[in-house]
């Protein structure tokens, strides 16, 4: 089988967004790069900062509505279709909800050969990185740094934050079928 | 019929997004923004400025190779999917091949209701505001402004050069069925 | 006398920095851009979101602060100091204060000749744009178009809510001496 | 005596924006951010991309011209001016001259109080940062990586390739004095 989907999962400010650059670079075929924070930008007013959608605490809490529920399981069933029409896709997520997260996923993707990454990087590590990116909006990375991966089950975990986003890239490359 | 997906086509500084962002603030119902633009950000190094992917002059033109072509029907096949998910989308695009590119976007939104939107734009204010952006390369407003409205049937054109953003809107949203 | 800084202030959306750029583009002397946007940008988390500092309200009333007063002027001192050792600054602000802003920003540039741009934008329009830049919090353009200009002198006026930037741009540049 | 100006010198993706960033958030005082990179977005486009100003190739070297030369020297003056107006500040720049570019800023902060800091990353290292940065141009890392500590003096240097940037940042804040 080759691989069809890849499934980047880890807390915010945990380096997913580098490790898919690299792997877009070192993998030998086009792989397309979505993710949920492109999702976030590409809704409207109404589902942003609401209780409906999606919402962003002052101590960094992420609360997250029906509303939001509702699209974004239609942007999953769109993304399994770019897949089952030929495009490679690495898609990369944070899974709020842990097991129940990948569940959902694991629904739309049915029948896909989807790779499963979990991007590890200690709270302490991903909370300086954090402030090193210098966003208004602090707190997010410590408190998902466990959660995200909570009875979630991978074909590879990598820990980000002590090995380079290189490094990584090419890790998840070697478990990459039929490239 | 209720409006299933809203498509603008205009050339490049023809005011498109700023017309997405009013629409998503004005319609009663969650439209999500779609754009060619996310798209050709999606894509790996080896399909940006290459021969087989998309290739921007230094005088602004544009030039899109086979292996761009099949990533982005797998992407429009996507899109089509996530509408008949559910999902309300507005889908900005800049159809370089004019009638031939409307074709394209049909026969993948068959069965669908689309509202066709022509977002046009004299080609001396575009290039103006394409000065006004500040982005290195300029040169990609003026040859556009013409052809990518060339053969293309629409529900409705609006003039973006002397016409507000939300003034826009507001006559697209007058389109848009059952809201 | 020779224009050694030209002073644009307007509300926020106004659309200040699209002029700014045009005129970058069409000024035959190499003109620098500085703005208060960047200056808010180079705080520390202590000044910005703060008392001391300047902070954003949920309805797009802007306060400002004594620690961020006392930075300003020193800021606002430099740029003075770049002029005098021979850069063309265009420099573009937000006059919260009307008059006594002016005051204060002639008193650090005592000395230079300056020409004082008004940029004059209808608040309804002001706001419309506002909408379309699509950023999360609205709600300043409209207030701020009046009060900035409360009591400022300026050298021309422009109203860039009926006048593309780069028309804006080219009437500023014939007010600029020796170019 | 009390530090004034921390510089910051290091190559291209070495890290220096986060070690800024976490510099800001963990020194007492307020201090402000200022970069080279500000300064370069500051430029007309007659000083970007040509011979007189600074210009970037397709692999990655950066050659600047006396037009750009011109206005930086009058960019750092006004800086040097901040601070002896009061301002506190942290400034990164790209030795690309190595101790030649050193003694040019040393004469123009003659008089202040200054921490001069190394930031060093190995040329790999920082080349898989580039990477994984996922801008189109690439190649500046590397060969930035040795030159432009070249004959360069420091009061402490830290190596970010191998340490956090609020690791690094922690480090410089022992060397700031009166804090």
Redesign the interface.
């Known amino acids: 089988m080759t691989t069809q989907v890849i499934v980047l999962n880890g807390g915010s400010s945990s380096g997913k ?6 792997l ?2 070192i ?1 030998p075929q ?5 993710s949920v924070d ?2 976030v930008d ?8 609401s209780d409906s ?1 999606i919402a962003f605490g002052q101590q960094g809490e992420v609360s997250v509505g029906e ?1 939001f529920r ?2 974004e ?3 999953m ?11 490679r896709v690495i898609l990369d997520d944070v899974f709020l909800g842990g097991a129940a997260s990948q569940q959902r996923m694991q629904a739309q993707l049915e029948g896909l050969e989807v790779l499963w990454v979990g991007v590890r990087c200690d709270a302490g ?1 991903a909370a ?2 954090e ?4 966003d ?1 909006v602090v707190g997010m990375a410590a408190p998902q740094a466990e959660t995200v991966h909570k009875g979630v089950a991978y074909d590879v975990e990598i820990d980000s934050g002590h090995a ?4 990584c890239a090419r890790t998840i490359a070697t478990y990459v079928k039929d490239n």
């Open positions: 967004t580098g490790i898919v650059h690299c877009q670079a993998l086009p792989w397309i790069s979505l492109d999702f590409a809704l409207p007013p109404s589902l942003a900062d959608g509303g509702a699209v399981a239609a942007w069933a769109g993304i399994a279709a770019m897949v089952r029409a030929g495009a590590i300086g990185r402030l090193a990116r210098g208004r380079e986003s290189l490094d």
